[in-house]
T-cell receptor
Framework: AQSVTQPDIHITVSEGASLELRCNYS??????LFWYVQSPGQGLQLLLK??????LVQGIKGFEAEFKRSQSSFNLRKPSVHWSDAAEYFC???????????FGKGTTLSVSS | NAGVTQTPKFRVLKTGQSMTLLCAQD?????MYWYRQDPGMGLRLIHY???????AKGEVPDGYNVSRLKKQNFLLGLESAAPSQTSVYFC???????????FGSGTRLTVV
């Protein structure tokens, strides 16, 4: 069965500093990978997704993620964090396009000034 | 606006009461899903449907039932609510072979 692990429950980053959120997945074939963001009390917003091709994926709000098959990872990065990036971030995986998403437990990002 | 609509947005139930959450989508999506979100647990799949008249269990199906009588609607039922079902419930839909998922805005349910 597929699974997603986000090793960091909570991360605090200074405003302007770089960010990397980790995501590891367990799946035999090439998975479909996603990163979502959720602000407090809000719904989910898709940041980016990876299906195939270039392993470095660009998303919205200046985020990017890199798929590394050898490490079963899909880490999310941002070069310079803004206070508005404080939110909860979820990594998710599906085995085929359009089938059920399996989510990680999330990483809460706090941004300090 | 096109998308996924969840009804109601908020609800407080007493233990033992029943209720139905409605999810409606107008994108002609084949697949629909119900998730629950709890602090520190992410979103967990309760039930899903791959087409009208079909349903299947997800990761945490106990205490819930679902129905998909019409393609555009996916109902989640709680027959006898328990405090452990206090959660935020999200509905989502997708189309097989397509990479887009649309999520509803969520239903915050409190069971007292």
């Amino acid at each position: 069965a597929q699974s997603v692990t986000q090793p960091d429950i909570h991360i605090t980053v200074s405003e302007g500093a770089s960010l990397e959120l980790r995501c590891n997945y367990s799946y035999g074939a090439t998975p479909y990978l996603f990163w979502y963001v959720q602000s407090p009390g809000q719904g989910l917003q898709l940041l980016l997704k990876y299906f195939s091709g270039d392993t470095l994926v660009q998303g919205i709000k200046g985020f990017e993620a890199e798929f590394k098959r050898s490490q079963s990872s899909f880490n999310l990065r941002k070069p310079s964090v803004h206070w508005s990036d404080a939110a909860e971030y979820f990594c998710a995986v599906s085995d085929q396009a359009g089938t059920a998403l399996i989510f990680g437990k999330g990483t809460t990002l706090s941004v300090s000034s | 606006n096109a998308g996924v609509t969840q009804t109601p947005k908020f609800r407080v139930l007493k233990t033992g009461q029943s209720m139905t959450l409605l999810c409606a989508q107008d994108m002609n999506h084949e697949y629909m899903y119900w998730y629950r979100q709890d602090p520190g647990m992410g979103l967990r799949l309760i039930h899903y449907s791959v087409g009208e008249g079909t349903t299947a269990k997800g990761e945490v199906p106990d205490g819930y039932n679902v129905s998909r009588l019409k393609k555009q609607n996916f109902l989640l039922g709680l027959e006898s609510a328990a405090p452990s079902q206090t959660s935020v419930y999200f509905c989502a839909s997708s189309y097989p072979g397509k990479d887009g998922y649309t999520f509803g805005s969520g239903t915050r349910l409190t069971v007292v």
